[in-house]
């Protein structure tokens, strides 16, 4: 599996958390979504680096736009 750290500026409640987990889970290759109030940042792992561009875009799509913390 391959992780990458997002940095998601207006994650501010448990709706937040709950709506990009949900959203997410749903991309095929997506094997597990964390989400942190704080310090506002979104974990993934992946099955194959070809999916970050799906989490991405599903990210902006949903209103919580990113910046690639780490990998």
């Avoid at 391959?2 to 994650?11: A, D, E, G, H, V």
């Avoid at 749903?26 to 194959?48: A, D, F």
Wanted: proline share 4%.
């Amino acid at each position: 599996m391959i992780s990458k750290t997002y940095s998601i500026p207006n994650i501010s409640c448990g709706h937040c958390a709950a709506t990009i987990e949900r959203e997410l889970s749903s991309l095929q290759g997506m094997k597990n979504v964390t989400t942190q109030i704080e310090p506002k940042q979104v974990i993934v792992e992946v099955s194959h680096e070809s999916v970050f561009r799906d989490v991405e875009d599903t990210l902006n799509e949903i209103g919580y736009p990113t910046v690639a913390a780490s990998r």
